[in-house]
């Protein structure tokens, strides 16, 4: 391997982190990250949380300091990539340059879905995907008055609690009827809507955007399709994002919901591979091909990427997702896809807000939503990726208990 080139395209969460753990690997080839965004490879998660609470700084973001990636002979270039030539194995920067590579990683992750109202270009308006939209945001939290969210989402509700915690007043507009409906039980959405109203945050469901108004250029409020308007110095969105497959869907990669790729994480192309938020792929926990934005997938996905490209013996990948989300004092914390559940048991109390939700399908647990019960989740996770059978019955026993249960089982399953 020592005269093989490999390129990642996209410096985030999976791009920095296959560059690393080839390192780790004993990789001893050439190792060129290209990543349009200026910096430092940073991670995403505290943007919402601890650095737009002023909690933590933007050397705390780093994965690593910037001499680690010459001390690791790791080339960064920023710059965006536009084009791929599949047959010459030649990559072209927005500059013209072209670079080429033995084996390609595609880590273009994902990027927001933008509403499509009028008013969506006013100032105080944001969408919240990366370190340069937390810093405007920032600045316009210190200044705002009434925050208008759109999307009752992770991040939409991750923002509406730090803006609570700053007394600014926030109003939620979610389509739906429930919070975070696309990733949570009902249950769970119950006791977030109950914290939020705790907190002061209105959330209206069943409300969608109509437009975004303002004067001189700056928002003043927001206009829903029902015709109420509601004040707003500061509008955050978040409804989703798109994967950043268009650079290979013009190169004649396989898309589907993103660039597919097999168990392998390689493309329909032996010499690209594309791993994180931007692929979808085959998994045992789903009964579809799953695209899943998440921290555990990129880093799941780039360890065994790296793996496979040192040569060690080929498994399909098959890590179970897992996922958090922190808003205001309560940790969510889930293990497993609930998709499709049929039943649910619940343990803890949710009055005290420390609850941990169980999910079966078919009789079979499939996810566990654990919040401000870490224990139950680290269980979960052992319980679930080993398959341990655990009953719906046996779980509702007086005093169950889901690490008692896990240790108990460990020599069995
Ligand atoms: P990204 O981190 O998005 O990196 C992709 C990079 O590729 C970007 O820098 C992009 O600009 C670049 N790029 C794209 N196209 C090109 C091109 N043509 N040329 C060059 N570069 C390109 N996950 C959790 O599990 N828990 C959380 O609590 C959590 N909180 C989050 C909070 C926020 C505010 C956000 C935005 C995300 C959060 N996530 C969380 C999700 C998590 O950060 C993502 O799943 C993860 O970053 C995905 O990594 P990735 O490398 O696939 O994509």
Redesign the pocket.
């Known amino acids: 391997m020592t005269n093989t080139s490999i390129i990642i ?7 920095y982190q296959v560059a690393a753990s080839l390192r780790q690997e004993g990789f001893e080839g050439a190792i060129t990250l ?4 200026p910096g430092v490879p940073y ?3 505290p ?3 601890a650095y737009l609470l002023g909690k933590v700084g933007v050397e705390a973001l780093r994965f690593r300091p910037p001499e680690y990636f010459d001390e690791h002979r790791i080339t960064r270039i920023q ?4 084009h791929i030539h599949r047959e010459r194995r030649e990559l072209v920067l927005t500059s013209g340059e072209t670079l080429t590579y033995d084996h390609l990683v595609l ?4 990027r927001n879905r933008v509403p499509t109202v009028p008013g969506i270009e006013l100032n105080g308006v944001f969408g ?3 370190l340069a939209d ?1 810093d405007g945001l920032s600045q316009r939290l210190g200044r705002a008055q009434r925050a208008v969210v759109i999307g009752a989402g ?2 939409g509700l ?1 923002f509406a609690a730090v803006a609570a915690a700053r007394g600014i007043s926030v109003d939620v507009l979610e389509l739906g009827t429930r919070p975070m409906a696309r990733a949570v039980s009902t249950i769970t959405s119950r006791v977030f809507d109950q914290a939020h109203a705790s907190w002061g945050v209105r959330i209206h469901y069943g409300q969608s955007l109509a437009a975004i108004e303002g004067v001189d250029g700056h928002v003043t409020g927001v206009q829903l399709a029902n015709g109420e308007a509601l004040p707003a110095d500061l509008v955050v969105y978040g409804i989703g994002v798109l994967p ?1 497959a268009e ?1 290979a869907s013009e190169a004649g990669l396989a898309i589907h919901n993103g660039i597919a790729v097999d168990a392998q994480l390689l493309t329909s192309d032996p010499a690209i591979s594309a ?4 692929v979808s792929f085959p998994s045992p926990w789903s009964p579809q091909p799953i695209r899943l ?6 880093v799941d996905q780039a360890k065994a990427l790296a793996g496979r490209l040192m040569g060690k013996p080929t498994v399909s990948y098959a890590a179970l997702p897992w ?4 808003q205001g004092e309560l940790k969510l914390q889930i293990a497993g896809l609930a998709d499709g559940h049929d039943e649910t048991v619940v343990l803890g109390s949710e009055a005290q807000r420390q609850i941990s939700v169980l999910c079966f399908r078919a009789g079979r647990l499939v996810a566990v939503e654990s919040c401000n019960r870490p224990a139950d989740h680290m269980a979960a996770r052992k319980l679930i990726a080993r398959h341990t059978p655990l009953s719906a019955v046996e779980a509702s026993t007086a005093g169950f208990d889901l690490k008692t249960y896990e240790v108990a089982t460990r020599e069995t399953s």
């Open positions: 395209v996209g410096a985030g969460q999976a791009g290209v990543g349009d965004e991670q995403r998660p943007l919402s949380k710059s965006s990539v536009s880590a273009t992750g994902a919240l995907r990366s937390a992770f991040i991750e950043n650079l791993i994180g938020d931007v934005e998440s921290v555990q997938n990129a996922f958090w989300t922190d």
